[in-house]
Every structure is written in structure tokens, then in C-alpha cells.
């Protein structure tokens, strides 16, 4: 029987894509585990954590998937888009090529994603550094134009990390044909949720 303090009221699938080295890792780290290492190693193919916050009430318990940015990992994390009901695009401000880069990643999210109105963000990392090199007006600009969501954050200064994956998660909840088709059979997720905790804003 399970136990009071597992269950929740929804259960949502999320991906983390974009060009290797933006931060992705560092992000769900921060958000799973409120941990920063400045020597974070690149994913090798894909990795996920499983989380559960609260948002308006609601218990949402999400498996968080963290997918190579490589080249040579494109044919192996394809599949992992499969279900998603949120997916969180991310880039360096400091690196321009990252924000150039984004068009080809969603033409791969539209690709690979089976769910009509996946719900995607945008996120610029790494507003802690000086060197910017994209604007927020370039990034809100982008999203805008393309009907995503968007917030600049910073793993390591633990800046909007919080307010990206609640938001998502809140567009999530306010589209109806994708509550209603929650993910299911992530029983391989179950091992991850010995380190999930609530969230307190």
C-alpha cells in the first residue's frame, strides 16, 4: 500500500535538451537536489531525476530527463522525447552560438514529441556571468515568436530555477489534453525517487 506521503495528484514527463555544455545538468541538479558543481561532467547519452512539487495545490510528481547535448547522442536520446508533456529548451547567454543553435533543437522536439501542444520553455543560463552575449530581449523575442515560454535563471547563483519548472508545470496543468494523458509506466523512474522532495518556495 503506498504511502500517504507518495501520492500526488499528477505525474508529468519532462526534457531537458540543447547544446552540450549550456548547463542543463547543473539546472536539474539545482532543482532536484539544490546542489552546484563547477565541474559538472557531460551527460553521456541521458540521465534523469524524479521530483515532486507543489503547485496550486496539486501534488505533481515529475521525471526529469537530462539528454546529451553531443552529436553522437542525437539517434539514442530521440526516443526519450516520446511522452513528454514539457520540454525545457536551454543556452548559454554567453555563448551566441548556443541561442543560434536552438532552431535545429526544436525542429527536433517537433520531430520526435507524440503529444500535440507539448509545452515548451525557454531558458538563459548562466546570468551570473559578464560575458553575455544574448540579450533578454533576444530571448524573449525568440520564445515569442514561437509560442514558448521563457525566464533566464542561473544554476549557480540559484536564480530562477524554482520559477522555470513551476511555470512549466502550470502550463502544463492548464492544458487539458495534456493532464489528461499523463504519462504512464515510468517504472523504471521509481528508482529515482528516494532523493525527490517537496519543493518549499
Known sequence: MAKESDAFDHRFKLLLTGDSGVGKSSI?????DDSFATDQPATIGVDFKVKSIDVEGK?????????????????????YYRGAQGVILVYDVTRKE??????????????????????????????????????RADGIEFARNRGMLFIECSAKA??????????LVQKILDSPHLVNNEVSGLNLASRGTQGASNCSC
Open 28 to 32: 536539474l541538479l539545482r532543482f532536484t
Open 59 to 79: 501534488k505533481v510528481k515529475l521525471t526529469i530527463w537530462d539528454t546529451a547535448g553531443q552529436e553522437r547522442f542525437r539517434t539514442l536520446t530521440s526516443s
Open 98 to 135: 548556443t541561442f543560434e543553435n536552438l532552431e535545429q533543437w526544436l525542429k527536433e522536439v517537433d520531430m520526435y514529441t507524440n503529444r500535440d501542444g507539448v509545452v515548451k520553455l525557454l531558458v538563459g543560463n548562466k546570468i551570473d556571468k559578464a560575458n553575455r552575449e544574448v540579450t
Open 158 to 167: 540559484k536564480t530562477g530555477i524554482q520559477q522555470a519548472f513551476e511555470e
